[in-house]
């Protein structure tokens, strides 16, 4: 079975340009999650989905950062204009809803470096 | 207040030798779940062992156990005969009953030594 697939697994950009990550979660999961890991501030819930529907957004930094789901099988984390400090690695992860039981499955993360 | 907290940053362990990595959480709900995941060099989270509140026994998955102490609010994990593709960060983690998100710590790097 397919695990959570992420793209692209480096991105290098210039200040200031956008930046588009993608997510594909496992087919069936209802929950999908937006992190961030840095050295500094570790990892960070940014934002997270129920059936395609943002749930809690408390966690993106700021309105350059935005995201969607505009169905089951896809999200992207964009970020406009992106900075220097936005570099980190961004890991899409997806779980079943219902219950506390239910592990997140993470996917192989962006690695982003803004110069 | 840190709902998970991993008071060791860092941890080296001999070879074969057994490793306990502590882990404390907070939390008023009732139903909660107790996560830890493993994330090597290469960077993917990898899920290793689940516990629930109302579980009486303690998981165990392989070499890995956590040892639940509900009223301590301690869910350490136990790496028995480490190995050295033990070496990695560990990330203690929590779903309470009222969220879909799990909280995670700050984590511990385990370094096993040969």
């Known amino acids: 079975d397919a695990g959570v697939i992420q793209s692209p697994r480096h991105e290098v950009t210039e200040m200031g340009q956008e930046v588009t990550l993608r997510c594909k979660p496992i087919?069936?999961?209802?929950?999908l999650f937006w992190y961030r890991q840095t050295m500094m501030r570790g990892l960070e819930l940014l934002i997270y989905?129920?059936?395609?529907?943002?749930?809690?957004d408390s966690g993106m930094p700021e309105d350059r950062f935005s995201a969607k789901m505009p169905n089951a099988s896809f999200s992207t984390l964009k970020i406009q204009p992106s900075e220097p400090r936005d570099s980190a690695v961004y890991f899409c992860?997806?779980?079943?809803?219902?219950?506390?039981?239910?592990?997140?499955?993470f996917g192989p993360g962006t690695r982003l470096t803004v110069t | 207040a840190q709902k998970i907290t991993q008071t060791q940053p860092g941890m080296f362990v001999q070879e074969k030798e057994a490793v306990t990595l502590d882990c404390t959480y907070d939390?008023?709900?009732?139903?909660?779940?107790l996560f830890w995941y493993k994330q090597p060099s290469s960077g993917e989270m990898i899920f290793l062992i689940y516990?629930?509140?109302?579980?009486?026994q303690n998981a165990t998955e392989g070499r890995y156990s956590l040892n639940f102490q509900k009223a301590r609010k301690s869910a350490n994990l136990v790496i028995s005969a480490s190995q050295l593709g033990d070496s990695a960060m560990y990330f203690c983690?929590?779903?309470?009953?009222?969220?879909?998100?799990?909280?995670f710590g700050k984590g511990t790097r385990l370094h096993i030594l040969p």
């Open positions: 939390t008023s709900d009732q139903s909660y779940g």
């Open positions: 989905f129920n059936n395609n529907v943002p749930i809690d």
């Open positions: 087919s069936g999961h209802n929950s």
């Open positions: 983690a929590m779903r309470e009953g009222r969220d879909d998100k799990i909280i």
């Open positions: 992860a997806s779980s079943p809803i219902a219950g506390v039981s239910y592990e997140q499955y």
């Open positions: 516990q629930g509140s109302y579980d009486e």
